[in-house]
């Protein structure tokens, strides 16, 4: 002991060794317990591997009958849930032609027109207001774009009377978005495909939402002082029956007076006021403000027209894959 105390290297080496050794133990009681509890849960999922070999999983008459109960229960709570949908399903013309979406166009666009004007609603004619509908005006749609175009013509329509029956001073604009058969086909380069990426395989929904709802977006940008604004917003949330329901995307309001009133908020008497008297106009609320609004009217896809649509999708493919 005096040896180690007298010569500083053993002394360092023996300090050394003994913190190493405690810092081993630690790691050891630490890997020990780690391995307890791995091996503990190792067993358990052992055991819940043997329980579900030990069942019978097999088909039977049990097993059919029950899964035959819940497939019941199911189409019951789908055709219910489609029973509650239906007063929000507008209901589209059979076998409509192009000439009569044109005349149905500028019939509804002429109606607005009308109703804007016996409100007071101003419709501003920068492009010429045509409800978002020029380009089938303008260009005869392919007759497979029809349904669709209706149905976005029944929506702009909606949305219209809702702005103008919500008090607002003035439509300044409305569009929507092209359906995906008025767009040129897109083609791509096979040079520059994108390589599939490495890993495990995203997996898909049991159900896509196309084959569910159908997304028509519209926009519409419009002039109104904060209740008329606040109007709108309500109406869109409240959707009566026999009307599209709108789900709204994206809004953005910007107020016609970009300051505020001074930061002493004193108001200069008008012409003719006495000083001091009571009649101190108020500045803030009302104030103009122009609204860009974002909905999509949302169409239910029941299950006849989802099932015509995956057989006419199987027989393409089919047919593509003959010719091929």
Request: charged share 30%; proline share 6%; net charge negative.
């Amino acid at each position: 002991m005096d040896d180690i105390k007298k010569n500083p290297f053993l002394s360092a080496y023996t300090a050394i060794l003994v913190i190493a050794a405690a810092a081993l133990g630690f790691f050891a009681y630490k890997a020990y317990s780690g391995y307890n509890e791995a091996s503990s849960a190792y067993k358990t999922v052992r055991g819940s591997v043997d329980g579900l070999k030990g069942q019978d999983f097999y088909p039977n008459e049990k097993n059919k009958a029950a899964r035959t109960a819940e497939v019941e229960e199911f189409t019951k709570q789908v055709a219910k849930l489609e029973a509650q949908l239906a007063p929000f399903q507008p209901t589209r013309t059979e076998n409509l032609t192009v000439p009569e979406l044109q005349l149905m166009i500028r019939k509804n666009i002429e109606e607005v027109r009308e109703n804007a004007n016996l409100s007071g609603v101003t419709i501003v004619d920068s492009d010429g207001f045509r409800l978002g509908m020029a380009g089938p005006l303008t260009f005869a749609p392919r007759a497979d774009a029809v349904p669709g175009l209706e149905f976005q013509l029944i929506a702009a329509r909606q949305l219209a009377d809702l702005l103008i029956s919500s008090g607002i001073d003035s439509i300044d604009e409305m569009g929507r978005e092209e359906l995906a058969v008025e767009k040129p086909p897109v083609i791509v380069d096979p040079k520059k495909k994108k390589k599939p990426k490495k890993g495990p395989a995203k997996k898909e929904p049991l159900l896509k939402e196309d084959e569910v709802i159908e997304r028509y977006p519209l926009t519409a940008i419009f002039t109104g002082d904060m209740a008329s604004v606040r109007n709108v917003l309500n109406n869109l949330a409240a959707t009566p029956e026999g009307s599209v329901f709108f789900s709204t995307r994206f809004l953005r309001l910007e107020n016609e007076k970009k300051e505020g009133p001074d930061k002493e908020g004193d108001e200069k008497p008008l012409d003719g006021d006495e000083e001091g008297a009571d009649n101190v106009s108020v500045v803030l609320g009302n104030e103009s403000l122009k609204m860009q609004l974002v909905v999509d009217a949302i169409r239910f896809v029941s299950r006849e027209e989802a099932e015509a649509a995956a057989a006419a999708a199987k027989e393409a493919a089919k047919k593509k894959k003959s010719d091929a």
